[in-house]
């Protein structure tokens, strides 16, 4: 079999490095979302709401408002401030009510917004106003659907229930009087194809959010990173011992490893010193080997069992690794045990 496994040196030089060119860019392609629906909210001083049980992200685009999180921590957020949370935690915000007085946002949204107009969601922009009295906060808002890559990553895995982050990490108080801008375009002439423009513009933004935390935290996140890769990566290479039959693809295995196929490739090969195929080819041989040995198969049917569409593929394949024929290596390891 191959020496697959890094060594401990070599773990330490592979250690992720969140400051090398490509590395935050590599990780915030892999969260993507497939839907969002950006909409705006107004919030009045009387009056506030609560999310749960959704992905969402707030953007603070004029005023203030307070949240309250899940470890009971209460912020105040002012332009620019954001927060994100990509496992639908509880968070609520207010203006100057009391938190513990907030509608879901199920209600909120149902009282404010009509039907999705297309099959994608919402080609119009989406406008809450909530609360009663002057309103206090006006927040760029996103209920989101990540895709399965995303969800399954180690680094979104890592955060904080409700992640919350000040303009002054972000820079989106630079962006949001755009955004608004776009929304206001939007409604006065709307054309069709915003909701495709809708989850792009809350990409833009939770990518915005995840670049400052990832900079911010680099060396617990990249151990993180390390760990997670490192666990997901065994736990495929085990996979792929067990089930050499299996017809892989690149896509099929990145997917398992919870990585995009570029990012999968590469960290393979820096672990392993090989590729994900010719470790799989050695992992096929390797299967072939034990069933020569320890069974009478006929060879056209251990070609099946270890992954060969073929049995002369499996000749070839077999000869090329082993330098010899299938019968003959399984007549001379009969003959080693005796």
Same mark, same amino acid.
């Given at each position: 079999?191959?020496?697959?496994?890094?060594?401990?040196?070599?773990?330490?030089?592979?250690?992720?490095?969140?400051?090398?060119?490509?590395?935050?860019?590599?990780?915030?392609?892999?969260?993507?979302?497939?839907?969002?629906?950006?909409?705006?909210?107004?919030?009045?001083?009387?009056?506030?709401?609560?999310?749960?049980?959704?992905?969402?992200?707030?953007?603070?685009?004029?005023?203030?408002?307070?949240?309250?999180?899940?470890?009971?921590?209460?912020?105040?957020?002012?332009?620019?401030?954001?927060?994100?949370?990509?496992?639908?935690?509880?968070?609520?915000?207010?203006?100057?009510?009391?938190?513990?007085?907030?509608?879901?946002?199920?209600?909120?949204?149902?009282?404010?917004?009509?039907?999705?107009?297309?099959?994608?969601?919402?080609?119009?922009?989406?406008?809450?106003?909530?609360?009663?009295?002057?309103?206090?906060?006006?927040?760029?808002?996103?209920?989101?659907?990540?895709?399965?890559?995303?969800?399954?990553?180690?680094?979104?895995?890592?955060?904080?229930?409700?992640?919350?982050?000040?303009?002054?990490?972000?820079?989106?108080?630079?962006?949001?009087?755009?955004?608004?801008?776009?929304?206001?375009?939007?409604?006065?002439?709307?054309?069709?194809?915003?909701?495709?423009?809708?989850?792009?513009?809350?990409?833009?933004?939770?990518?915005?959010?995840?670049?400052?935390?990832?900079?911010?935290?680099?060396?617990?996140?990249?151990?993180?990173?390390?760990?997670?890769?490192?666990?997901?990566?065994?736990?495929?290479?085990?996979?792929?011992?067990?089930?050499?039959?299996?017809?892989?693809?690149?896509?099929?295995?990145? !997917?398992?490893?919870?990585? %995009?196929?570029? /990012? +999968?490739?590469?960290? *393979?090969? $820096? @672990?392993?010193? &090989?590729? #994900?195929?010719?470790?799989?080819?050695?992992?096929?041989?390797?299967?072939?080997?034990?069933?020569?040995?320890?069974?009478?198969?006929?060879?056209?049917?251990?070609?099946? !069992?270890?992954?060969?569409? %073929?049995?002369? /593929? +499996?000749?070839?394949? *077999?000869? $090329? @690794?082993?330098? &010899?024929? #299938?019968?003959?290596?399984?007549?001379?390891?009969?003959?080693?045990?005796?």
């Amino acid at each position: 079999m191959l020496g697959v496994m890094a060594t401990s040196s070599q773990k330490r030089l592979l250690r992720s490095d969140l400051t090398a060119p490509g590395v935050t860019s590599g990780i915030l392609a892999d969260v993507r979302l497939v839907g969002a629906s950006l909409a705006r909210f107004t919030l009045r001083e009387r009056g506030g709401f609560a999310m749960r049980d959704m992905p969402y992200m707030f953007v603070v685009a004029e005023g203030t408002c307070r949240a309250g999180l899940p470890d009971g921590r209460r912020v105040r957020l002012g332009p620019g401030d954001a927060l994100l949370a990509l496992g639908g935690a509880v968070s609520r915000l207010v203006v100057k009510d009391d938190l513990a007085t907030c509608t879901d946002m199920g209600e909120v949204w149902q009282a404010n917004a009509a039907p999705p107009t297309s099959t994608e969601g919402y080609e119009r922009p989406v406008e809450i106003d909530w609360g009663e009295g002057p309103v206090g906060c006006v927040l760029l808002g996103s209920a989101m659907t990540p895709s399965h890559l995303a969800a399954s990553l180690p680094i979104i895995a890592a955060l904080p229930p409700v992640l919350f982050m000040r303009a002054d990490q972000t820079r989106l108080n630079l962006w949001t009087q755009s955004f608004t801008q776009m929304l206001d375009a939007e409604c006065a002439h709307p054309s069709d194809g915003f909701a495709a423009i809708s989850t792009v513009s809350a990409q833009f933004l939770l990518a915005q959010i995840l670049r400052a935390h990832l900079a911010d935290n680099a060396p617990a996140l990249a151990d993180v990173l390390d760990k997670g890769r490192s666990r997901a990566l065994a736990k495929l290479m085990r996979q792929l011992q067990r089930h050499p039959e299996r017809q892989w693809t690149l896509a099929g295995m990145a !997917r398992d490893a919870g990585m %995009s196929r570029t /990012a +999968f490739a590469e960290y *393979f090969g $820096q @672990a392993t010193g &090989t590729t #994900p195929f010719r470790y799989l080819a050695a992992c096929r041989i390797d299967r072939a080997g034990q069933l020569l040995q320890d069974t009478d198969l006929p060879v056209a049917d251990i070609a099946g !069992r270890c992954g060969y569409r %073929s049995e002369r /593929a +499996f000749r070839a394949a *077999f000869v $090329q @690794a082993r330098q &010899t024929r #299938p019968l003959a290596f399984r007549k001379a390891r009969r003959a080693q045990s005796g």
